[in-house]
């Protein structure tokens, strides 16, 4: 999903027009949960990632979407 069709779908739910975040995604190869116990953590990327959409409301709740599973 590309950060454009991100912004369209994002407009077409919630009416106006988002910031887009993407973070990649990455696996431990040596260790999980254990990086922040000073013990070496071997990480690698992988080809996945998300992509996060934001705006604020003018409400006090927060409201998800998702397209992939096309629910709320």
């Not at 070496?40 to 996060?52: H, N």
């Amino acid at each position: 999903m590309s950060s454009k069709t991100i912004v369209e779908t994002f407009a077409q739910k919630f009416g106006t027009t988002p910031r887009v975040f993407f973070s990649p995604g990455r696996i431990n190869l040596i260790g999980e949960h254990v990086d922040y116990n000073d013990v070496i953590v071997m990480t690698a990327a992988v080809d996945k990632g998300i992509w996060f959409a934001v705006e604020r409301n003018t409400t006090d709740t927060a409201k998800f979407y998702s397209p992939e599973i096309n629910e709320s």
